[in-house]
T-cell receptor, first 114, second 113 residues
């Protein structure tokens, strides 16, 4: 079975802290994504990556950065956490569109910034 | 710009009924369309993937159809059960080099026992 693993399910952080959310996939997928999900707003794309050391901004990249040093790992970084970044964060991976394959999601990370 | 809409946002149906969830998209040039299920507080689980060349896909009590020309997809659930209660999202993979997948906001389904 394809597995996308988000290392932290629940986190509580203080305003101004640097936060790392880690995601690992075991299917050798080229593409990896970070979304946040908020009530009434649906899933919003923060960053995505087509390949190692490659990153592209999504729809809401402000306040976030990412790192992809290895193909299987995609990290989301909140440089200085703020209360408006309290949300559910979802990592996903997929093959390229040419192969037409599905996208797989992790279980999500609930982040509360106080 | 591709937009994906799911109406209604919420739906309650008595157990045992057949039901249809709707998804519409504005640009018919897509690679594929995917339906997901999300339980409260959890990630998304893929239900069905329809390639752009296909008209429908089936898995158990679920059947998803795709009409690209009209920009519509439906998810049909037969003989609904309380365990089907969840939020259902559809997502479109655009037909260009850009691999960004675009999601609808979902329909929250409640099956009444």
């Amino acid at each position: 079975d394809v597995k996308v693993t988000q290392s932290s399910r629940y986190l509580v952080k203080r305003t101004g802290e640097k936060v790392f959310l880690e995601c690992v996939q075991d299917m050798d997928h080229e593409n990896m994504f970070w979304y946040r999900q908020d009530p009434g707003l649906g899933l919003r794309l923060i960053y995505f990556s087509y390949d190692v050391k490659m990153k592209e901004k999504g729809d809401i990249p402000e306040g976030y950065s990412v790192s992809r040093e290895k193909k299987e790992r995609f990290s989301l970084i909140l440089e200085s956490a703020s209360t408006n970044q309290t949300s559910m964060y979802l990592c996903a991976s997929s093959e390229t569109a040419v192969s037409g394959n599905t996208i797989y999601f992790g279980e999500g990370s609930w982040l509360t910034v106080v | 710009k591709q937009e994906v809409t799911q109406i209604p946002a919420a739906l309650s149906v008595p157990e045992g009924e057949n039901l249809v969830l709707n998804c519409s998209f504005t640009d018919s040039a897509i690679y594929n369309l995917q339906w997901f299920r999300q339980d409260p507080g959890k990630g998304l689980t893929s239900l069905l993937l329809i390639q752009s060349s296909q008209r429908e896909q089936t898995s158990g009590r679920l059947n998803a159809s795709l009409d690209k020309s009209s920009g519509r997809s439906t998810l049909y659930i037969a003989a609904s059960q309380p365990g089907d209660s969840a939020t259902y999202l559809c997502a479109v993979r655009p037909g260009n080099r850009d691999d960004k997948i675009i999601f609808g906001k979902g329909t929250r389904l409640h099956i009444l026992p």
